[in-house]
């Protein structure tokens, strides 16, 4: 398994995985689009991304996004994406893709790295966990969507 940051040669692998990812979000497939939101973010320099790799072919990718912590006036990441094709589970491609998160993020002088997942994705819970990931119970996270995805009602 080799771990290697998204460039330019690497975009339309890592444009395939991403079509793949969120497909299992019960997304339309859409390569095209993939592609452009791939090819934009490393354009604009947006985002981070890692690609895990068996052989020549990338098995998953995993996507930083940078912001600010104001509190402690440093840069921080938001983990928004990780994926590994089925195939390709069990190598450790997801533990491998953290790892060169946090090596990003400390080599940036980063406070911390955060994600979210769902409640009933446990085995990413367990994975998180595993790598040292705590859940916040301090803190209250809240959503206000812009588009046409329905917003979930309050009992949910």
């Not at 940051?5 to 859409?30: C, G, I, K, M």
């Not at 953290?98 to 009933?120: D, M, Q």
């Amino acid at each position: 398994m080799k771990i290697s940051q998204l460039t330019t040669e690497s975009f339309e692998q890592a444009a395939r995985l991403l079509n793949e990812y969120r497909v299992t979000f019960h997304q339309p497939t859409d390569l095209p689009l993939a592609r452009w939101f791939v090819k934009e973010r490393l354009k604009q320099d947006e985002s981070i991304v890692f690609l895990a790799w068996l052989g020549e072919e990338a098995v998953g990718f995993v996507q930083l996004y940078p912001i600010f912590s104001t509190i402690s006036l440093k840069r921080a990441y938001i983990l928004n994406d990780l994926y590994v094709a089925k195939e390709a589970r069990k190598y450790g491609a997801a533990t491998q893709l953290i790892e060169a998160c946090y090596t990003y993020a400390k080599a940036h002088n980063a406070r911390f790295v955060a994600l979210e997942t769902g409640t009933e994705n446990d085995n990413a819970q367990k994975l998180y966990e595993k790598m040292g990931f705590i859940e916040e119970t301090d803190v209250m996270h809240l959503i206000k969507y812009f588009d046409e995805h329905e917003s979930p009602s309050p009992n949910s």
